[in-house]
């Protein structure tokens, strides 16, 4: 899409060129006498023009993405929690009963969400048994894990969808940055665009009489002239 997008600035330019050369070589009679300076002028408002509608629909495009990639992440996140309280840990709650019963202080058993893979598209869940003890400092009382294992899960349907979603809109961020970039490098060579819209304009006035081609003749021997914008 860029690539045309190149494309048509460059055929637009042609077109102006040609244009510009049917009058007196550097004067074209529209509503007036109009200079090749001007018609260079009108074809880089032109492309600016369509450089920032390009910049605002990217930019548009942008947020967007953002916001849905932001409400994925959020619906996915919720998920895994609610499916570590499916898991059941028996043998975790009677190790930590044991212990209770053997007075080596209070002791809980525990299951939380410890991590979550996407490409895996798995949940790692821990259970976990430790003592709980009460401080004079924090409120809440800290849990130290004496014991503990892990499991691998592989994501509900639900979250398989999720995670298929937010690998999709996040390809649409990583386009609409790369729009953003291009329009971006585009704008800052306008110079180098405005400095090959008139070498084109003085070549074309030049091919139009015999004395011009031969003076274009000898510049394409000793340097390297634009030949297409």
């Given amino acids: 899409m860029l690539n045309q997008s190149n494309q048509n600035d ?60 932001k409400q994925i992440e959020t619906e996915l996140a919720a998920i895994g929690p609610e499916v570590a309280k499916t898991v059941k840990f028996k043998e975790a709650i009677k190790i930590a ?38 401080s004079q400092y924090v409120s809440t009382p800290t849990f130290t894990s004496v014991a503990s294992k892990e499991i691998i899960l592989p994501f509900t349907k639900a979250a398989i969808d999720l995670a298929r979603d937010l690998k999709d809109h996040q390809e649409e961020l990583l386009a609409a940055q790369a729009e953003l970039l291009e329009i971006k490098r585009e704008l800052s060579n306008i110079p180098q665009l405005q400095l090959r819209a008139r070498a084109k304009l003085a070549e074309l006035a030049l091919s139009k009489t015999e004395e011009g081609q031969e003076i274009l003749t000898q510049l394409m021997g000793t340097t390297s002239l634009p030949t297409e914008l």
């Fill in 97 to 134: 009963e044991q212990l209770n019963a053997g007075g080596f202080g209070k002791f809980e058993a525990r299951v939380s969400l410890e991590g979550t893979k996407l490409d895996d598209k798995t949940w790692t869940i821990e259970i976990s048994v430790g003592k709980v003890e009460k």
């Fill in 10 to 69: 460059q055929n637009n330019a042609l077109a102006l060129a040609s244009n510009a050369s049917a009058g007196q070589n550097s004067m074209l009679q529209v509503a007036g006498r109009v200079t090749n300076d001007d018609i260079v002028a009108i074809f880089i408002s032109k492309h600016q023009e369509n450089m920032n509608m390009r910049r605002l629909r990217a930019d548009r495009d942008l947020r967007s993405t953002n916001g849905v990639i």
